[in-house]
């Protein structure tokens, strides 16, 4: 019995429930009252509501998802997490955040300690919740180059989530894209570690701001799958793990993201989740992390069953535990009775079950769970009225940011398209809203499982949009043919839809799903990067009409378009643009606004299906030593302008210097000449024509993001730091070499305006964790153009 009768209901507030305790005498209390039960219940999660007979949102799930015991029984030692008591089912907020507070009360009725759960849910595109708003996917966060709106959307999700009682939210992915055949590659920020880690930062720091814990997944080498293929083993080698896969991860533990989920793949046959040297050695050793480290779903569980490394439950356990895995997700497997048995028979030190339980308890002081005045009642639980999860100031943020994300790819003139033209608006993403959101969005993740239910937010299709336009275009439609499948006859009716129109809008692209129930998405890998199904006979049919076409994609990934690239008026490529997507779409087909968006990852050339990069080193680029070219149709930072700026970048001093401890300026004078506001995005990378190793051809150092009002010009000024220039070296070491580099001031990774050659000077030094990784920036506002 608790020496402490404050946990009982009613009773004076025990040591740990008092705030004005330091936190470690808060957290030492608790700890000295809990029994070893009680210590391995905080360590696991149960996903209450979930049955074996749905569909699959994670993995195994129906292998796993059933709990051993009945929850009430479970509870009576205490509970770690709640799992996804918003996104496993349709639920009306206010019943889901009351179901939540009687759960947190019969939690606190049950145990000794009065501890509360902690409650996640996904917010990839945003809360994965019914009726709540669905923002753009992560590819469209990077191709906006914009931080800052991407952290007031992180911010505008957290706020939801707190309003409902939500403690967690997994997000943001972090994983460097690195095949585009991977069907997670939707769920990427993009290709550039710098540009990964810079929007995935913003989006912790609007998350955390308003008070839930951003998870930061998966940790780390998940992207890198052989062949593409969803959980398949990694080849990585230390370096591209260094140097490409942690630096997202790095930034955004300085952002302030308190939590990490472990990758499901093995690197080099270690699977992450039994690896101590990177869950331990560099997360907390090196990075100095303090938060939780919590299991991607069943991926304990997989220690025995997939990966074979493990010969029991209790072996999975005593491995992921020892590893650094802090928290087993979503429900309780094999941290449970079995580690539990595990450490009494002294198979397992008591001292790793105290080490995970002090984070857990850490994380929940933090969050105020802990504190005597804590109540389980949600904020929205208090609010008069109706709740609303989708209000306008969401849905006005989400437009914003699909419209800084779409990206013109090509334009011979057909756009923006001439009000009141006659426009056939043809193919299988058309008419679909489902076609603007990925497969971590509500409506496809969990919704589409439920076709009964209302889809709970407004979400126009792109032919929607098309027809209601303030153009007054004069719309016909056809689809031409499904995703997957469809007819000669379908085709050639939209063909001769074509052909009787002045311009042919063809949206072509993925659906989203899941483990083979899409074209893109978790387990909806690509055997090549072909349009999927009969896309592209509907394409060739639509261009031999000669009627102008202008391809809109929405998709997961970029695919091959070189054999029809020199064919097309124009190409539009909006990746999965969220519920505001469409209304964005038709804005910038119109030319009411301008397209600002930058490709976060390239489209690659004809036949390219190797894995490539912008970021290949020599070897890795077009010789004469292969007969197979991976140069990419449209590289990475491309996108055009129906109203391009003018760029004068302020030459160095000749002969410049720049000290391996220190900065390097870098200005550019950007002018807008036209009618219209536009923004550009002007971007710096590094050439190292020699190093220690082979580095990449070039690779980002900073982008900057200027917005620009009619006639005007700014001066956009970056102070590179030296440290950005660190690299890894055959000995694992990470240092700034002095030498001759060029910086390229550049449009895209392929358009560079001006070349600056510049000498390091001083020693070679080393940088660790601490190392400057981005440039400062400012932007200096002048008079009008030309005035």
């Given amino acids: 019995m608790s020496a402490h009768p404050a946990t009982d209901l009613g009773s004076a507030p025990a040591p740990w429930q008092d705030t004005a305790l330091p936190a470690d005498k808060r957290l030492d209390a608790l700890m000295a009252e809990m029994t070893l039960r009680e210590k391995v219940a905080q360590l696991y999660g149960v996903w209450v509501g979930v049955s074996p007979e749905d569909e699959e949102v994670a993995p195994h799930q129906q292998e796993y998802a059933t709990l051993s015991v009945p929850y009430e029984q479970l509870i009576e030692a205490g509970l770690g997490q709640l799992t996804r008591p918003f996104g496993t089912a349709p639920v009306d907020p206010r019943t889901g955040a009351a179901g939540v507070a009687r759960a947190q009360r019969a939690l606190l009725a049950a145990g000794r300690h009065r501890i509360p759960a902690l409650v996640h849910e996904e917010c990839l595109t945003g809360l994965a919740a019914w009726t709540a708003t669905v923002y753009p996917n992560p590819l469209c966060w990077g191709a906006s180059f914009d931080p800052e709106l991407v952290e007031r959307m992180g911010a505008q999700i957290g706020a939801t989530m707190r309003r409902l009682g939500i403690h967690q939210g997994l997000a943001p992915v972090l994983d460097v894209t690195r095949d585009l055949r991977w069907g997670r590659v939707e769920e990427t920020i993009g290709e550039d570690p710098l540009l990964v880690g810079t929007i995935g930062s913003a989006y912790v720091r609007g998350l955390t701001s308003a008070g839930v814990v951003a998870t930061l997944k998966h940790f780390v080498g998940y992207s890198a799958s052989r062949g593409g293929r969803n959980l398949a083993p990694v080849s990585a080698g230390p370096r591209e793990v260094a140097d490409v896969l942690l630096p997202p991860f790095e930034m955004a533990l300085l952002a302030g993201a308190d939590s990490v989920m472990n990758s499901y793949a093995d690197i080099d046959g270690v699977p992450v989740a039994a690896d101590p040297a990177l869950l331990t050695g560099v997360l907390r050793d090196t990075y100095g992390f303090q938060g939780t480290v919590v299991a991607d779903y069943f991926s304990v569980a997989f220690l025995q069953t997939l990966h074979h490394v493990a010969g029991s439950r209790a072996e999975a356990a005593r491995l992921a535990l020892t590893a650094g895995i802090d928290v087993e997700l979503p429900t309780v497997h094999a941290y449970g009775e079995d580690l539990l048995a595990a450490v009494e028979a002294g198979e397992v030190d008591e001292a790793l079950v105290d080490r995970s339980v002090r984070r857990v308890l850490a994380q929940k002081l933090r969050l105020g769970l ?22 306008e ?32 608006v043809v193919g ?28 709970g937010i407004e979400a126009p299709s792109l032919l929607d949009a098309l027809r209601t336009d303030p153009a007054g275009y004069y719309v016909t439609h056809a689809q031409g043919c499904p995703v997957l499948g469809g007819d000669e006859e379908s085709i050639a009716e939209a063909a001769r839809a074509a052909a009787e129109a002045e311009v042919c809008v063809a949206v072509l692209g993925d659906q989203a799903g899941l483990f083979g129930r899409g074209t893109s998405g978790e387990g909806c890998d690509a055997a090549d990067l072909r349009l999927p199904g009969r896309q592209e006979e509907l394409l060739e049919a639509l261009l031999a009409t000669g009627t102008p076409v202008v391809l809109v994609l929405l998709v997961g990934r970029p695919y091959e378009l070189a054999r029809f690239h020199d064919r097309l008026a124009a190409v539009v490529c909006g990746f999965f643009p969220g519920e505001e997507g469409a209304a964005a779409l038709a804005d910038v087909l119109s030319g009411r606004n301008d397209p600002a968006g930058r490709l976060p990852v390239s489209f690659p050339g004809d036949g390219a299906n190797q894995p490539t990069s912008y970021l290949a080193a020599p070897l890795g680029r077009r010789s004469g030593v292969s007969n197979l070219d991976p140069t990419p149709l449209y590289p990475f930072g491309h996108g055009l302008s129906y109203h391009p700026t003018l760029w004068t970048v302020n030459p160095p001093a000749p002969q410049a210097q720049w000290a391996t401890d220190g900065t390097f300026e870098v200005s550019v004078a ?50 590179l730091h030296a440290d950005q220039t660190s690299y890894t070296t055959a000995a694992g070491e990470r240092c700034v070499d002095p030498g001759e580099v060029e910086l390229r001031v550049a449009a895209s990774s392929a358009d560079v305006r001006a070349r600056i050659p510049v000498t390091m000077t001083g020693e070679r030094r080393p940088v660790g964790f601490e190392r400057v990784r981005e440039a400062a920036v400012r932007i200096e506002r002048g008079l009008p153009a030309g005035g």
Avoid: I, K
Wanted: net charge negative.
């Fill in 428 to 455: 299988p993403r058309a008419a679909e809203s489902g076609a603007l959101m990925g497969c971590y969005s509500f409506p496809l993740h969990v919704g589409v499982h439920h076709p009964d239910v209302p889809l």
């Fill in 370 to 391: 802990l504190d005597a005045d804590w109540d389980p009642e949600a904020p929205l639980l208090h609010e008069m009225g109706e709740p609303v999860l989708d209000a």
């Fill in 393 to 424: 100031e969401n849905r006005a943020l989400a437009r914003d940011l699909a419209r800084r994300s779409v990206v013109l790819l090509r334009n011979t003139g057909a756009l923006p398209l001439a009000p009141r033209a006659r426009v056939a």
């Fill in 670 to 719: 950007v002018r807008n000449d036209a009618e219209v506001a536009v923004s550009d995005v002007v971007q710096v990378y590094l050439h190292d024509p020699v190093a220690s190793v082979a580095r990449p051809e070039q690779l980002l150092l900073a982008a900057a993001r200027v917005d620009l009002a009619p006639h005007s010009e700014a001066v956009v000024g970056l102070t």
